[in-house]
T-cell receptor, first 114, second 112 residues
Framework: NAGVTQTPKFQVLKTGQSMTLQCAQDMNHEYMSWYRQDPGMGLRLIHYSVGAGITDQGEVPNGYNVSRSTTEDFPLRLLSAAPSQTSVYFC?????????????FGEGSWLTVV | GNSVTQMEGPVTLSEEAFLTINCTYTATGYPSLFWYVQYPGEGLQLLLKATKADDKGSNKGFEATYRKETTSFHLEKGSVQVSDSAVYFCALKREGQGNLIFGKGTKLSVKP
C-alpha cells in the first residue's frame, strides 16, 4: 500500500525561486492537508481541502498556494521562496472529517531556502 | 481557542524505566485525541487514539486515557526500550474538522 506519497524528500531552493511539493494518496480520501513542522512549534496547518475543487486556508497560509483538481493529488506551491519557508512539510489525508477518523501522513519533504 | 499543551523535553530515560508524557488540551465540544510518534528522519505515525471521554487508547505497550474532567490525555508506558526513542506529539481533532491541532512535541531518548 502506497498510502500518502510526497516528493521530493529533500530540496534546496534559492530565495525567490518557485517550486511545487507533490502529494498523492491512493486511499480515496476526501480530506487532504499540508502542515509545516518547525523546531519547538509542533506542526501547523498551511492549507487543506475537503474534496476535489475545494480548498481553504489554515493557520499559516501566506506564501503558499494549493489546488485540488483530483481526489488523489494535492500539490503545494511556493511562488517565491523565502528563508522563513525553510521547514519540513507534511502532507496528510483522511477518509472524512468525522471525529475519530485517522489522519495519515506522508514521510515529509525537507526544504531549505538559502 | 483550541490548543494542546504537552510537557517540554527532552526526556531522557534508562531502558526499562516508566514513561509519562503529560498532555492537556483546551477545546470546545468533544474532540478526538491522538498521540503520534516521529522516529528520526521519518514522518508521523499514529500511535494511539481515543474518541470519547474515558476511552483508553493503547498500542505497542503505550497507553493513554481520555480524561474529560481534567482535559488530559497523558501517554504512559511501563518499560521503555531504546527503540522508543523518538518525538511524541499529542493532538486533538474537533468533530467535523479534518485537521489536527498539535502540541509542540516531546523528544524522548532512551539509553541502554
Amino acid at each position: 500500500n502506497a498510502g500518502v506519497t510526497q516528493t521530493p524528500k529533500f530540496q534546496v531552493l534559492k530565495t525567490g525561486q518557485s517550486m511545487t511539493l507533490q502529494c498523492a494518496q491512493d486511499m480515496n480520501h476526501e480530506y487532504m492537508s499540508w502542515y509545516r513542522q518547525d523546531p519547538g512549534m509542533g506542526l501547523r496547518l498551511i492549507h487543506y481541502s475537503v474534496g476535489a475543487g475545494i480548498t481553504d486556508q489554515g493557520e499559516v497560509p501566506n506564501g503558499y498556494n494549493v489546488s485540488r483538481s483530483t481526489t488523489e493529488d494535492f500539490p503545494l506551491r511556493l511562488l517565491s521562496a523565502a528563508p522563513s519557508q525553510t521547514s519540513v512539510y507534511f502532507c496528510a489525508s483522511s477518509y472524512s472529517r468525522r471525529g475519530g477518523n485517522t489522519i495519515y501522513f506522508g514521510e515529509g519533504s525537507w526544504l531549505t531556502v538559502v | 481557542g483550541n490548543s494542546v499543551t504537552q510537557m517540554e523535553g527532552p526526556v531522557t530515560l534508562s531502558e526499562e524505566a516508566f514513561l509519562t508524557i503529560n498532555c492537556t488540551y483546551t477545546a470546545t465540544g468533544y474532540p478526538s485525541l491522538f498521540w503520534y510518534v516521529q522516529y528520526p528522519g521519518e514522518g508521523l505515525q499514529l500511535l494511539l487514539k481515543a474518541t470519547k471521554a474515558d476511552d483508553k487508547g493503547s498500542n505497542k505497550g503505550f497507553e493513554a486515557t481520555y480524561r474529560k474532567e481534567t482535559t488530559s490525555f497523558h501517554l504512559e508506558k511501563g518499560s521503555v526500550q531504546v527503540s522508543d526513542s523518538a518525538v511524541y506529539f499529542c493532538a486533538l481533532k474537533r468533530e467535523g474538522q479534518g485537521n489536527l491541532i498539535f502540541g509542540k512535541g516531546t523528544k524522548l531518548s532512551v539509553k541502554p
